[in-house]
């Protein structure tokens, strides 16, 4: 089954918000929503915020061969123990998504809850 109820630029904004991050583009506090290319350069800024102060990668990816196609996994390097952990990992058909926009909102929003 797929997932009917996608995180939305709101939910996304306020949990990264909580968890510290404040750089969203000005326009989104005027219109509260971006569009989808704003949307999603701001989501790359917050990948990279989570990557190097939280060391949690959220990685994108996608399946050709079968639609829904795009997913995502958050993975967190742990220092002292010089290794990777899976923290969110796909494992079934519900965890695809037919757009790339609806992964990367997703994945952030539950790397941010990781925290």
Same mark, same amino acid.
């Given at each position: 089954?797929?997932?009917?109820?996608?995180?939305?630029?709101?939910?996304?904004?306020?949990?990264?918000?909580?968890?510290?991050?404040?750089?969203?583009?000005?326009?989104?506090?005027?219109?509260?929503?971006?569009?989808?290319?704003?949307?999603?350069?701001?989501?790359?800024?917050?990948?990279?915020?989570?990557?190097?102060?939280?060391?949690?990668?959220?990685?994108?990816?996608?399946?050709?061969?079968?639609?829904?196609?795009?997913? +995502? /996994?958050?993975?967190?390097?742990?220092?002292? #123990?010089?290794?990777?952990?899976? $923290?969110? !990992?796909?494992?079934? +058909? /519900?965890?695809?998504?037919?757009?790339?926009? #609806?992964?990367?909102?997703?994945? $952030?929003? !539950?790397?941010?809850?990781?925290?």
């Amino acid at each position: 089954m797929i997932k009917l109820e996608k995180v939305t630029q709101q939910e996304l904004v306020e949990i990264a918000e909580i968890n510290g991050y404040n750089h969203f583009h000005p326009d989104y506090f005027k219109n509260s929503e971006l569009s989808p290319v704003t949307w999603l350069m701001e989501c790359i800024l917050l990948q990279i915020w989570l990557r190097d102060n939280h060391n949690i990668h959220v990685m994108l990816h996608l399946d050709q061969t079968m639609e829904p196609k795009y997913c +995502y /996994s958050i993975h967190k390097f742990i220092e002292e #123990e010089i290794e990777w952990k899976n $923290l969110i !990992y796909p494992r079934s +058909y /519900s965890d695809l998504y037919y757009k790339y926009g #609806e992964a990367v909102t997703d994945g $952030l929003y !539950y790397a941010l809850l990781t925290l």
